[in-house]
């Protein structure tokens, strides 16, 4: 038997990791003109898993939406360190800004008004994310949130996590997608600047 390979070193990359902001971290990352009303919101906003597990903090192996290894950059790197683990595809975790509840969870927006609100709660947590990934340069590579409600806002965020170095955007799930049949002929410009941009489609936690 060749066991000339046995004892070479290897990289472990792991392709589902999750992460988010502290909550009222994201207030820097919205327009100052959404400022009050997220502050009044986040004083209000009550995370349903928050009491998941209350000894969770920095706790290898222990995945609380609560934990602050979703934003504590150097804790996060020593913990993935001791497990072997050199770089990760960071997918969302934490409750954007404006969402009732967490993102597997909330149902979809209803209203235009309700949607400008979330998508600038996902647009928040994308620029929260850019800078997260680039604490560690080349080692977390970002995963950006999408909504298809508005066609030109999710183009345009495409491009600008393409020119950020996400690694892929990812469609909301299905409760999102309030039954919206991706085929729609309305939706190809999502397909187009993808394909054009060679970036990935993912979707995850499809419920």
């Avoid at 590579?141 to 393409?162: M, N, P, T, Y």
Wanted: hydrophobic share 35%.
């Amino acid at each position: 038997m060749d066991t000339s390979q046995s004892d070479r070193p290897y990289v472990i990359i792991s392709s589902d990791c999750h992460a988010g902001a502290d909550l009222r971290d994201y207030r820097p990352y919205l327009e100052q003109r959404w400022h009050d009303e997220f502050d009044a919101w986040s004083a209000s906003y009550v995370a349903a898993w928050t009491d998941l597990d209350p000894d969770s903090e920095y706790k290898a192996g222990v995945s609380s939406f609560a934990s602050p290894l979703n934003w504590d950059s150097s804790k996060r790197l020593e913990v993935l360190e001791g497990d072997g683990i050199a770089a990760e595809v960071v997918f969302p975790n934490t409750t954007p800004p404006f969402f009732p509840d967490g993102l597997l969870s909330a149902p979809g927006p209803r209203t235009r008004e309700e949607y400008e609100r979330r998508w600038a709660g996902l647009q928040a947590h994308n620029r929260w994310l850019k800078d997260f990934c680039d604490d560690v340069p080349g080692r977390r590579f970002g995963v950006a949130q999408l909504f298809i409600d508005d066609v030109d806002d999710a183009v345009a965020e495409i491009r600008w996590a393409k020119e950020n170095g996400f690694a892929q955007v990812l469609l909301p799930g299905d409760h999102h997608l309030k039954l919206h049949n991706l085929y729609y002929r309305e939706l190809d410009p999502i397909w187009a600047v993808c394909e054009e941009l060679e970036m990935p489609i993912g979707r995850h936690g499809s419920i």
